[in-house]
């Protein structure tokens, strides 16, 4: 079995145990994978991304007695794009907005959002006060990053070698979402291209402003922190990064995994789904 066999292996196996749901998107439907049942939890991926940025903590949250909706956020995953043709942040947050009113009947949630889904889900929150009970953002742009995409990477599309592709994924999971060579495993590697080569959201400029921190001044709710220590996006400025977040009016919480890159929750994550449960406790 190959390394996207594998990759799809563990999708697979997740999936089979989901209930599959699409609420309205644009001209199509934003998709959802809910698991479990009890106090509902929303995951939502970071840039380039779907559910599957996830797929190493769904079965914790489920483990611990939450029901479990992670959605592919427009343009993303299996999801249509945004109404109007937005190609940022503030485009998603209807849709989404919209689908957690079906799928949760009125009633509210905590927020597990990540990179650019943090900046998502801080406009959410800031939009509809009484729908977050709590807030995690995980590798948040609380601090406006100087690149939209984070860092220079390599250029993949027009590759006619399967192999120079994959190559280029890894070195593109490297640079920016991984901190050490041993984690870009053949398996994250074909989990990364599956996600960006379905990307349709690619005008993202909002993460170059500090939409999310003026957003997160506006929140009701307790918001907390998870940041992987080697995250390539903060490395030259993790003090102003921690100085404005723990300026965040309605802060409950930082947590710093030391030996992990900006994906923390996939390369670390044991401890990661052990500070998102302590988080999830308080």
Same mark, same amino acid.
């Given at each position: 079995?190959?390394?996207?066999?594998?990759?799809?292996?563990?999708?697979?196996?997740?999936?089979?145990?989901?209930?599959?749901?699409?609420?309205?998107?644009?001209?199509?439907?934003?998709?959802?994978?809910?698991?479990?049942?009890?106090?509902?939890?929303? !995951?939502?991926?970071?840039?380039?991304?779907?559910?599957?940025?996830?797929?190493?903590?769904?079965?914790?949250?489920?483990?611990?007695?939450?029901?479990?909706?992670?959605?592919?956020?427009?343009?993303?995953?299996?999801?249509?794009?945004?109404?109007?043709?937005?190609?940022?942040?503030?485009?998603?947050?209807?849709?989404?907005?919209?689908?957690?009113?079906?799928?949760?009947?009125?009633?509210?949630?905590?927020?597990?959002?990540?990179?650019?889904?943090?900046?998502?889900?801080?406009?959410?929150?800031?939009?509809?006060?009484?729908?977050?009970?709590?807030?995690?953002?995980?590798?948040?742009?609380?601090?406006?990053?100087?690149?939209?995409?984070?860092?220079?990477?390599?250029?993949?599309?027009?590759?006619?070698?399967?192999?120079?592709?994959?190559?280029? $994924?890894?070195?593109?999971?490297?640079?920016?979402?991984?901190?050490?060579?041993?984690?870009?495993?053949?398996?994250?590697?074909?989990? $990364?291209?599956?996600?960006?080569?379905?990307?349709?959201?690619?005008?993202?400029?909002?993460?170059?402003?500090?939409?999310?921190?003026?957003?997160? $001044?506006?929140?009701?709710?307790?918001?907390s922190a998870i940041y992987g220590r080697q995250d390539a996006l903060y490395?030259?400025?993790?003090?102003? !990064?921690?100085?404005?977040?723990?300026?965040?009016?309605?802060?409950?919480?930082?947590?710093?995994?030391?030996?992990?890159? $900006?994906?923390?929750?996939?390369?670390?994550?044991?401890?990661?789904?052990?500070?998102?449960?302590?988080?999830?406790?308080?």
């Amino acid at each position: 079995m190959d390394a996207v066999q594998d990759a799809r292996s563990a999708v697979d196996q997740l999936l089979s145990q989901a209930r599959q749901v699409a609420t309205p998107c644009g001209t199509g439907g934003l998709a959802w994978r809910v698991w479990g049942s009890g106090a509902p939890v929303v !995951l939502l991926h970071g840039g380039s991304g779907s559910w599957t940025h996830w797929v190493r903590n769904i079965p914790a949250l489920v483990n611990a007695g939450r029901q479990v909706l992670a959605v592919d956020l427009p343009g993303c995953g299996d999801s249509a794009e945004p109404p109007g043709g937005g190609q940022d942040a503030d485009a998603a947050v209807v849709p989404v907005l919209d689908g957690l009113s079906v799928l949760l009947q009125g009633g509210s949630c905590d927020l597990v959002a990540f990179s650019f889904g943090s900046l998502v889900g801080s406009l959410l929150a800031a939009c509809d006060p009484g729908l977050v009970d709590r807030l995690v953002v995980v590798g948040g742009p609380v601090l406006p990053l100087t690149n939209p995409r984070g860092a220079a990477l390599v250029a993949w599309r027009n590759l006619p070698d399967p192999s120079a592709r994959v190559e280029a $994924h890894r070195a593109n999971l490297l640079s920016v979402m991984l901190s050490r060579q041993e984690s870009a495993t053949a398996d994250a590697v074909a989990l $990364h291209a599956i996600n960006v080569e379905r990307d349709r959201m690619r005008r993202r400029r909002l993460v170059t402003t500090d939409a999310m921190r003026r957003a997160l $001044h506006r929140v009701h709710c307790p918001v907390s922190a998870i940041y992987g220590r080697q995250d390539a996006l903060y490395q030259d400025r993790w003090p102003e !990064l921690m100085k404005a977040v723990r300026e965040l009016p309605t802060l409950a919480r930082i947590a710093v995994i030391e030996d992990a890159g $900006h994906w923390v929750q996939f390369e670390a994550p044991d401890e990661f789904n052990a500070a998102l449960a302590d988080v999830l406790r308080r």
